[in-house]
């Protein structure tokens, strides 16, 4: 999803009669600084995209706003079932818990930024049913990460200088490793990491979690040792979990350390693979991901140099 306007628009035209444009809406007690952003952001939306069917966005203080199902949310979108007429489509956006987001994130860009965010997903959304593009959950998740980049990228953003492409809330690849973790096996996944880092793009950010424990359970209720889970909410990025309680055990029964950190490196590169089949929408078969994966770690491990010193022959 680009800057430019032609893009949002389908290989024909809907006719329409309905008020076009975009417009804000916000009630007492929104917080200032909210209200500041989004009108803001609403004036670069209208620079660089067309609103054929207005489109209100509301700001309201309480916490949460609720669906016409009853579902409690952060901010949704109604999607009216026709284009001729009223009821027009809206968006609901709660920003009752701003300071909660501040104290959250250490920043207010943190919040403002949460905020921008879930209005995103929402004007995808509405492009998404005004063209009947058709977009699954996961290619209007992709435009939003995409129209999101464009925006805090831009110059004319507030959000620039504080929310930069690497940061961790947009783009990138983050190692967080829990109290307990091994020193060793944090230092080769940080190693690992700043090498995918240099070889590979990460348009959506990915988190990669190490825990001090034996297991991890998938939503299925199977035991592992490395989970992949892409996003099902808007509020949360694609992560990586791995158990490496174990690593003490595993330098015995693979025959050395390198071979136990190689053991840890050869789940995470695996799904690395599926993120990347996600994150680009390619939908590559397990036998494709196999392919990818080992040629990964091939090339990982015929690197020179201190980190690359990992045995080879469990990724032939």
Same mark, same amino acid.
């Not at 209200?35 to 949460?64: N, S």
């Not at 507030?158 to 020193?183: D, F």
């Given at each position: 999803?680009?800057?430019?306007?032609?893009?949002?628009?389908?290989?024909?035209?809907?006719?329409?009669?309905?008020?076009?444009?975009?417009?804000?809406?916000?009630?007492?007690?929104?917080?200032?600084?909210?209200?500041?952003?989004?009108?803001?952001?609403?004036?670069?939306?209208?620079?660089?995209?067309?609103?054929?069917?207005?489109?209100?966005?509301?700001?309201?203080?309480?916490?949460?706003?609720?669906?016409?199902?009853?579902?409690?949310?952060?901010?949704?979108?109604?999607?009216?079932?026709?284009?001729?007429?009223?009821?027009?489509?809206?968006?609901?956006?709660?920003?009752?818990?701003?300071?909660?987001?501040?104290?959250?994130?250490?920043?207010?860009?943190?919040?403002?930024?949460? #905020?921008?965010?879930?209005?995103?997903?929402?004007?995808?959304?509405?492009?998404?049913?005004?063209?009947?593009?058709?977009?699954?959950?996961?290619?209007?998740?992709?435009?939003?990460?995409?129209?999101?980049?464009?925006?805090?990228?831009?110059?004319?953003?507030? /959000?620039?200088?504080?929310?930069?492409?690497?940061?961790?809330?947009?783009?990138?690849?983050?190692?967080?490793?829990?109290?307990?973790?091994?020193?060793?096996?944090?230092?080769?996944?940080?190693?690992?990491?700043?090498?995918?880092? #240099? #070889?590979?793009?990460?348009?959506?950010? /990915?988190?990669?979690?190490?825990?001090?424990?034996?297991?991890?359970?998938?939503?299925?209720?199977?035991?592992?040792?490395?989970?992949?889970?892409?996003?099902?909410?808007?509020?949360?990025?694609?992560?990586?979990?791995?158990?490496?309680?174990?690593?003490?055990? /595993?330098?015995?029964?693979?025959?050395?350390?390198?071979?136990?950190?190689?053991? +840890? +490196?050869?789940?995470?590169?695996?799904?690395? +693979?599926?993120?990347?089949?996600?994150?680009?929408?390619?939908?590559?078969?397990?036998?494709?991901?196999?392919?990818?994966?080992?040629?990964?770690?091939?090339?990982?491990?015929?690197?020179?140099?201190?980190?690359?010193?990992?045995?080879?022959?469990?990724?032939?």
């Amino acid at each position: 999803m680009g800057n430019d306007k032609k893009n949002m628009k389908p290989s024909g035209t809907v006719k329409r009669k309905n008020p076009g444009g975009l417009r804000i809406v916000s009630r007492k007690g929104v917080p200032p600084d909210v209200r500041r952003a989004i009108l803001k952001f609403a004036a670069w939306l209208r620079l660089h995209y067309d609103f054929p069917i207005r489109l209100t966005i509301y700001l309201l203080p309480e916490e949460k706003v609720f669906s016409s199902s009853g579902e409690e949310s952060i901010s949704i979108f109604f999607e009216p079932i026709e284009k001729t007429g009223k009821p027009y489509p809206y968006i609901k956006l709660a920003t009752g818990d701003y300071q909660k987001l501040i104290q959250e994130g250490g920043n207010v860009y943190y919040a403002l930024y949460t #905020n921008v965010s879930s209005i995103i997903l929402h004007v995808v959304q509405y492009f998404n049913w005004y063209y009947d593009k058709k977009w699954s959950k996961k290619q209007i998740q992709i435009q939003r990460e995409k129209l999101l980049h464009v925006y805090v990228t831009d110059d004319k953003s507030p /959000l620039k200088n504080h929310m930069q492409p690497n940061n961790q809330h947009i783009t990138g690849i983050k190692v967080v490793a829990r109290k307990g973790v091994h020193p060793d096996v944090r230092r080769a996944m940080l190693k690992f990491t700043g090498w995918l880092r #240099n #070889n590979y793009d990460f348009p959506i950010h /990915l988190n990669i979690y190490l825990l001090n424990v034996w297991d991890i359970y998938t939503s299925w209720g199977k035991k592992c040792t490395t989970v992949y889970r892409e996003p099902l909410k808007t509020c949360k990025k694609p992560i990586i979990k791995c158990a490496v309680a174990d690593y003490t055990q /595993l330098i015995l029964s693979q025959g050395g350390k390198n071979n136990a950190l190689y053991s +840890i +490196i050869y789940d995470v590169a695996k799904y690395f +693979i599926y993120y990347q089949s996600w994150c680009l929408n390619k939908g590559w078969s397990k036998s494709t991901i196999n392919r990818r994966y080992k040629t990964l770690l091939q090339n990982y491990t015929n690197q020179k140099g201190e980190g690359f010193q990992l045995l080879r022959e469990k990724g032939e």
